[in-house]
């Protein structure tokens, strides 16, 4: 089974790790990374922080929130990041997700 470890709570909402490769055809969930972080596939080329857009709009699309609740906490311009999701619960986020692993 897939780690719980890729969501964690925080005080307003909760935190997504993801591992991101940019350059894909479209932007999709392609599996746990590790223990404790999904990777994501994203369209478009790591430039001009674009790779972190796709990222924060594609997980907003999923949890039903709007892209300005979601945001990039750490890691802006490595292929490790931890999104932050305002207003959601981490069990509500990992569910969600958990759903989309293959």
Same mark, same amino acid.
């Given at each position: 089974?897939?780690?719980?470890?890729?969501?964690?709570?925080?005080?307003?909402?909760?935190?997504?790790?993801?591992?991101?490769?940019?350059?894909?055809?479209?932007? &999709?969930i =392609?599996?746990?990374?590790?223990?404790?972080?999904?990777? +994501?596939? /994203?369209? *478009?080329?790591?430039? %001009?922080?674009?790779?972190?857009?796709?990222?924060?709009?594609?997980?907003?699309?999923?949890?039903?929130?709007?892209a300005?609740?979601? &945001?990039? =906490?750490r890691?802006?311009?490595?292929?490790?990041?931890? +999104?932050? /999701?305002? *207003?959601?619960?981490? %069990?509500?986020?990992?569910?969600?997700?958990?759903?989309?692993?293959?």
């Amino acid at each position: 089974g897939v780690s719980k470890g890729f969501v964690t709570r925080t005080r307003d909402g909760a935190e997504a790790k993801l591992r991101v490769s940019p350059g894909a055809r479209s932007t &999709s969930i =392609a599996g746990a990374y590790g223990e404790d972080a999904i990777k +994501l596939r /994203v369209a *478009g080329p790591p430039v %001009e922080g674009r790779a972190n857009v796709e990222a924060e709009h594609y997980l907003a699309e999923l949890l039903g929130v709007t892209a300005s609740d979601v &945001s990039v =906490a750490r890691g802006a311009s490595s292929r490790s990041k931890t +999104l932050f /999701v305002r *207003g959601v619960e981490a %069990e509500e986020v990992r569910e969600i997700l958990s759903g989309y692993l293959p």
